[in-house]
C-alpha cells in the first residue's frame, strides 16, 4: 500500500519506526484525531520530511514531520505554501483533505511537544492508493490549467542559483572523492546557469509546483495531488514544462509530453514559448536541489550521519539529470512548436 506513490514500510525495518509511541499520542492529541488504535507505521518516499500512516478512533491519517528551520525565511515559505494548499483545497482540487491542529503555530502547523523535545507536524486524511500505473497526461494538463487560474498572490523574487564561481568555493574547501566527481558536472552547470538565468516573457501564478508522478496518488476514485509543501508562486510556463518532461520519462515518451502540452491548452492555459527558456524552472530545480545536497554532504547544515552520506548521492543523481537534461534541450523545445 502506498500514499502519494510511497510505500508503507513494516515497523522495524526503517529508523522511522523508532519513533516512540509519546509522539504518536501527541500528534493525535494536538490535531484531535482521537485515541491511538495501533502503532503508526512509517511511509518511504519522501526525502525532505519523515511520514507515517497513523490509525485512530477517528479514521486514518498521513503524519508527516516537517524538516523544518527556526529561521524567518522558512516561515516565509511555509505561510505562502499553506496560503495555495487551502485556496486549492477550497476549490475542490482533487487532493487529500488537509486536518487543522487545535492550536496551530501557523495555518495546518502544530508543534508537538514530548519532553524537553519540540517537533513540527502537518496531517491530511490518509487515501488508499498506490504509484501511478496508468496514463494520467490529460489529467496533469487539465489540472494544471485550473491550478493556474488561482488568484496568483504577490509574485517574490525568484532567488537565482548560485553561481559557478561559488560551487568552486565550496568544493575547494574540502578536497576529496566526491568533490572531484561534483567538480566534474561544474561545466553542465555553467551551461545551466545560461538557460536559467535568461531574461523571458513569464506568467506568474500560484500552484503546487512540484507535480511530478512521485507526487499523484492512483486511488478508486482518481487521481489525487499530495505533497504541497512547497505550493508557492510559480511560473506557468515553468511547472507546465517540467510536468511534461516528468510525466513523459524525461521526454522520452513524445506522445506523452505531448498529450500534457495540448490538455493543458484544450483547458485554457497556454502553450509555453518554443524556447529552452521554458525548461529554465527544471533546469534551476536541479541546480538548486544539487547545491543543497553539495551543502547537506560536506556539513554546512546540521544532519546525521546517515543523513549526510545520502546527500553525496542524491546531489550526484540531480546533476546527472542536470547533464542528461541538457543533452536533450533542443528536442524538447522543438516538440512545443
Known amino acids: 500500500m502506498a500514499f502519494g506513490g510511497k510505500r508503507v514500510l513494516t515497523a522495524g525495518v526503517d529508523a522511522l519506526a523508532s519513533v516512540g509511541v509519546e509522539w504518536q499520542r501527541a500528534v493525535a492529541a494536538a490535531f484531535g484525531l482521537g485515541d491511538v488504535v495501533e502503532p503508526w507505521t512509517p ?3 519522501g526525502r525532505s520530511h519523515l511520514m507515517w500512516r497513523l490509525r485512530t478512533s477517528r479514521g486514518t491519517w498521513a503524519v508527516k514531520r516537517l524538516n523544518r528551520s527556526r529561521e524567518d525565511w522558512w516561515m516565509r515559505d511555509y505561510l505562502v ?32 511537544r514530548v519532553g524537553d523535545e519540540v517537533e513540527s507536524y502537518l496531517v491530511h486524511e490518509w487515501h488508499d492508493g498506490g504509484p501511478l500505473t496508468a496514463d494520467v497526461t490529460p489529467w496533469v494538463g487539465g489540472t494544471l490549467a485550473a491550478l493556474h487560474r488561482l488568484p496568483a498572490g504577490d509574485a517574490t523574487e525568484d532567488r537565482p542559483p548560485h553561481p559557478v564561481e561559488e560551487w568552486r568555493e565550496w568544493l575547494d574547501e574540502s ?3 566526491f568533490t572531484e566527481a561534483v ?12 538557460i ?20 499523484v496518488l492512483q486511488t478508486p476514485t482518481g ?9 508557492g508562486v510559480e511560473h506557468a510556463e515553468w511547472e507546465l514544462a517540467r510536468a511534461a518532461v516528468y510525466f513523459s520519462g524525461l521526454g522520452e515518451d513524445r506522445a506523452a509530453f505531448d498529450r500534457v502540452i495540448t490538455s493543458y491548452e484544450e483547458a485554457g492555459g497556454r502553450r509555453p514559448a518554443a524556447s529552452p527558456t521554458s525548461f529554465a524552472g527544471l533546469l534551476r ?18 544532519v546525521t550521519p546517515a543523513e549526510r552520506a545520502a546527500s553525496h548521492t542524491h546531489a550526484l ?18 516538440r512545443l512548436r
Open 196 to 215: 536559467a538565468t535568461a531574461p523571458a516573457e513569464l506568467t506568474p501564478v500560484s500552484t503546487h509546483r512540484d507535480v511530478k508522478p512521485d507526487n
Open 285 to 302: 530545480v536541479y541546480l538548486g536541489g544539487a547545491a543543497w545536497m553539495v551543502w547537506r554532504a560536506l556539513g554546512h547544515r546540521p
Open 81 to 112: 505554501a499553506a496560503e495555495v494548499q487551502l485556496a486549492a483545497h477550497a476549490r475542490g482540487f482533487p487532493m487529500p483533505r488537509p486536518v487543522h491542529p487545535l492550536e496551530p503555530v501557523a495555518p495546518l502547523l502544530a508543534d508537538v
Open 223 to 231: 487521481p489525487l495531488l499530495v505533497d504541497w509543501d512547497g505550493a
Open 43 to 45: 511511509v518511504a518516499g
Open 317 to 334: 543523481e540531480l546533476l546527472a539529470d542536470l547533464r542528461t537534461s541538457l543533452t536533450r534541450l533542443d528536442d524538447w523545445t522543438t
Open 183 to 194: 567538480r566534474a558536472y561544474l561545466p553542465d552547470v555553467a551551461e545551466a546557469l545560461v
Open 175 to 177: 578536497p576529496n572523492d
